[in-house]
Every structure is written in C-alpha cells, then in structure tokens.
C-alpha cells in the first residue's frame, strides 16, 4: 500500500492534469530568529488548489515561506542565516516552545517547509539530505564533511523509507509511522502516522534545499496530495531563496 500511495503521489508531482482550481484563505504568520520577532505578513500569492480540497485548505504564509495546511491550524516561522522554516500545528506554538534548549520534536500532526542554504551553515542540512536521497550530488556533501565540522554523513537512503525520483534533484518519499527517515530529518518525531514529504535540490549558484515534510490525522491524509503538489516549482523553473 506505501509504493501504491507513492505512486499516485508521483503521478500527481510528475505534472498529471490539475482539476479545477479552488479559492483558499491566506493565513499570516509571526516568526522569529536571528534579527528578533517579524510580523506576520499582510498577503501573498495563494497557489490554485484542486477544488475538492480547497474548502478544507488554507495557505499559511511567514516573511520567508509559505505552505498549505488544513484550515484552522496555527503557524509560527523561525529565521537564521543558515535558513528558515515554517511549521504549521492544529495547537498554537510559539517563539517560547519553538526555541527553547535543545530543538524541540514534534509529535502528532504537524507540517514543516524548510529552506537550507548551501553558502552559509545551512550547507550542513543540504549535505545531510543529499547523502540520504541525491547520490548524484555527494560531491557538494563530501567537500562539506571534509571540513571537519558537525555530524558525519549518513551512508544512503533510511531502508525503511519509500523514496520516488521525480527529477535528477527533486525526490518525494513516504518515511512510515514509527521510524526515523527522511521525514523525520526535521523538527517532526517518529509517531502513529506516516510523514510524506518532498525535498527539492537547487545546485546553481550557492547550493539550496528546499523540504517539505507533511504528517496528517487519518482522516485528511487526502490533502497530502495537493499540498506537496502546491510546494512543487514548475519544471525548469529556479527556486526562490529569500
């Protein structure tokens, strides 16, 4: 059943027919890092929904990123010079659970977007995330572990993960409720549900990665579909780092 999922998802991201698109609200989000607390921003450009689900969507939105997550959910966005991330919940997290200690784990239905920037310590996450799903590209990863600095890379893909290649640097994958994988290369913990996801590789100029990490409650593991849809740039299309 994962590789039968997998497979209508890579249908729907390899740039099958889009039904007729739905409106969705947009949602601003506060966030907070390196330069202090920013304001959620005001509006955006809200990306075309299928229609069946976009009653049920919203698209959250902070200074650097944005993603679709069910209506009625709760976002907060954090910022560095190695990136930015965006996490949308259906409780309300903040500055003060989000930055405390060590990196707090979530647990239970949670959606994060990622941006890790090649050029500065965000090279760190590219280099990990490469090793585990861009052979290809291990150059960029071994030229970063050569420095001597952080964890040592991992050897290959997590072997429970269910990995499709969509383009040479665009993966989506499927990491099963309970285990560690790709998915949980993020602030998201193993739980009860699976984390389908999607990672992005952007290798011109300063290396770029963009993640996309969705875990849903049974009953809306439908809209896991369009929302990594929407987090899918065109083809041939750059992404767009802050």
């Known amino acids: 059943m994962i590789r039968a999922g997998l497979a209508l998802l890579a249908l729907a991201w390899a740039g099958a027919a889009p039904a007729a698109p739905g409106r969705v609200p947009f949602v601003g989000c506060a966030s907070d890092g390196q330069q202090g607390p920013q304001a959620a921003p005001r509006r955006a450009t809200v990306p075309a929904v299928p229609r069946a689900a976009a009653s049920q969507l919203a698209y959250y939105v902070s200074g650097d990123l944005g993603v679709l997550a069910p209506r009625g959910w709760h976002c907060f966005g954090l910022y560095?010079?190695?990136g930015a991330i965006l996490i949308v919940t259906p409780q309300r997290l903040g500055a003060r659970e989000l930055l405390r200690g060590a990196t707090p784990s979530l647990h239970g239905p949670a959606i994060q977007i990622s941006d890790s920037l090649?050029?500065?310590s965000g090279r760190f996450e590219v280099a990990r995330v490469i090793a585990l799903a861009f052979p290809a590209q291990m150059d960029f990863a071994r030229r970063v572990a050569a420095e001597g600095?952080?964890?040592p890379l991992p050897t290959g893909p997590y072997p429970s993960d269910r990995i499709v290649r969509l383009r040479p640097t665009v993966v989506g994958y499927r990491t099963p409720s309970g285990r560690e994988g790709l998915g949980t290369a993020s602030?998201?913990?193993p739980d009860d549900r699976p984390i389908d996801g999607l990672?992005?590789?952007d290798t011109s100029d300063d290396w770029y990665l963009r993640k996309v990490d969705v875990r849903l409650p049974a009953a809306l593991a439908g809209l896991a579909t369009p929302i990594l849809n929407?987090?899918?740039p065109?083809?041939?299309a750059p992404l767009n780092p802050r």
């Open 118 to 120: 090649g050029g500065t």
């Open 80 to 82: 560095g010079s190695n």
């Open 199 to 201: 990672a992005i590789l």
């Open 230 to 232: 929407a987090a899918l």
């Open 187 to 189: 602030r998201l913990a």
């Open 149 to 151: 600095i952080g964890d």
């Open 234 to 236: 065109p083809r041939r």
